[in-house]
């Protein structure tokens, strides 16, 4: 069901997310933070005095070395306060001691302590007393603190003069608090301000709004286009050319992302076998023969009555050499024709300045369209029943020149090229490219296989075909192959030119398909 899509999955969850998250902040900041916590930062670890012989840098100078044991002395300033929810009285402090809690300096005496009020806290300060509990041992390294109410936000500081350790040692508040904690705050507020929400607060803030920001980008982003009108639904097969596998099979998948329940398999084993596949379906039901559709390089001579053509692409080829043949220059349709008919044996008898490397001709199997245009259009019908002298191109076991060789694809011609010294081959103009770094392309009579100079500059160069889709008969209506074949014309000029052909759909390519 379409409601149940993937995107509408994710939306529903990440909304689902965020209504969740906001009712867990809500009951949290009125729930959780309603526990008594006291928080202490360290605001200031100085040293003091004559610091020289210790190593460390920046320390004022003063008169504390006069004093006994104050060769090191440091000041530290401690904020404590209450950064919790509710207030603090005297009797939450749980210590059984008559202090509510201690701080204790690690590896440092204390000399001296002050204490700091903020201004209309004048009621803090009266706790302070001996009486109450506060003072410290001395040369020890224990802070006692009285039992000291705080409301919500208040705080008081301790100015602490110590000696015998370096700034950074460990500093701890320890003590207890009834419904509560004493922990280190962390939070980065100004000195007088405690933190504005708690820091699960600030994380389920964060939750709430990346789900805003989620909801808002599958918004955005989600392809809301309709499908194409006439998707239809079934299996089709596409069989023929292996020149136009790149398109069919991007178009394929194309189809198959906007017309949910077709399915598209593309089996390219050349152009005459793809054809003769489909005039074989004569005793198939119509719907059989409606579900294979045939695309061919150039007119298929064997083509019956019964086969409908339909001009999708003008496809453009080329010549392929080894990298080895310095054929910078190209070659006459005149050279090509000897080449192929056998009475050049090496490539020195062709052009001097080439090595005495023997002929090999790299072809493409009697099933090729490929194969058929170059028969046409570059040799004009000559040396057509002309036979191969080596299966595979072994020219171990191949003595002949030239030799010749035929091979089931287009990529199979290219790699033997590229690995073949003194070898020659053709290819769609499409894969060619993709394998530039290993085959050189070889011009015609001064003519590149260049699509923008056929398309717009009308380039003579004669290696070209027009790409047909065959199909049995006229399609009947609701087909996918007839849907299939009209999303290639509406919708495939794009990944056409990608692939090195001119679609026949466009304003110069009609005029070019029907030359």
Not at 72 to 101: F, K, P
Not at 198 to 207: E, G, K, Y
Request: glycine share 10%; proline share 5%; hydrophobic share 40%.
């Amino acid at each position: 069901m379409e409601w149940l899509s993937a995107e509408n999955v994710v939306a529903v969850a990440t909304a689902g997310l965020g209504i969740v998250a906001s009712a867990v902040m809500v009951w949290y900041e009125r729930r959780v933070p309603r526990r008594k916590r006291v928080g202490y930062r360290v605001q200031m670890d100085n040293p003091i005095g004559d610091g020289l012989q210790s190593g460390r840098a920046n320390v004022r100078l003063g008169l504390f070395d006069e004093a006994p044991g104050m060769h090191r002395a440091t000041l530290v300033l401690l904020r404590i306060e209450n950064d919790g929810s509710q207030g603090i009285g005297h009797e939450d402090y749980t210590s059984r001691e008559l202090h509510g809690l201690t701080v204790e300096f690690a590896d440092r005496a204390i000399h001296g302590v002050s204490v700091t009020q903020p201004p209309g806290t004048d009621h803090l300060m009266s706790h302070f007393t001996p009486h109450a509990g506060f003072g410290y041992d001395v040369g020890g390294s224990t802070l006692r603190i009285p039992r000291v109410p705080l409301n919500r936000g208040e705080h008081f500081k301790l100015l602490v003069l110590l000696s015998g350790g370096d700034v950074g040692c460990d500093i701890r508040l320890v003590g207890g608090i009834r419904d509560g904690e004493v922990h280190p705050n962390r939070s980065a507020t100004p000195d007088d301000k405690p933190p504005l929400f708690s820091r699960a607060a600030r994380l389920i803030t964060i939750i709430l709004t990346a789900s805003v920001v989620t909801l808002a980008s599958i918004v955005i982003v989600r392809d809301d286009d309709p499908p194409p009108l006439g998707c239809e639904k079934g299996t089709l097969t596409v069989v023929g050319s292996t020149a136009f596998a790149l398109v069919a099979q991007g178009l394929a998948k194309e189809y198959e992302k906007d017309c949910e329940g077709s399915d598209i398999r593309v089996e390219a084993r050349g152009s005459t076998a793809g054809v003769s596949e489909l005039a074989a379906m004569e005793g198939e039901s119509r719907a059989r023969r409606a579900s294979v559709v045939a695309f061919s390089d150039g007119r298929d001579k064997g083509a019956g009555a019964a086969l409908r053509a339909e001009p999708v692409a003008l496809s453009v080829f080329t010549l392929v050499a080894n990298k080895g043949l310095d054929l910078q220059q190209g070659l006459t349709l005149a050279q090509v024709r000897r080449l192929y008919s056998g009475s050049v044996r090496y490539w020195d008898d062709l052009d001097p300045a080439l090595p005495h490397w023997r002929v090999v001709l790299v072809s493409r199997d009697a099933d090729s369209g490929t194969r058929q245009v170059f028969q046409d259009q570059v040799l004009a019908g000559r040396w057509e029943g002309v036979p191969s002298t080596s299966l595979g191109c072994d020219l171990q076991s191949d003595t002949a020149a030239p030799v010749r060789c035929e091979l089931g694809s287009t990529a199979d011609v290219l790699k033997k090229v590229a690995a073949t010294k003194g070898a020659i081959g053709y290819s769609e103009l499409g894969q060619a490219k993709q394998h530039q770094l290993t085959v050189n392309r070889v011009a015609l009579d001064g003519a590149t296989a260049d699509v923008d100079a056929i398309e717009y500059d009308d380039s003579p160069y004669p290696y070209r075909g027009v790409e047909n889709a065959y199909t049995y008969a006229d399609l009947p209506a609701g087909s996918l192959a007839g849907s299939f074949l009209t999303y290639v014309r509406n919708h495939g000029q794009a990944a056409i030119r990608q692939n090195g052909h001119i679609p026949c759909t466009a304003t110069e390519g009609e005029r070019l398909c029907d030359e």
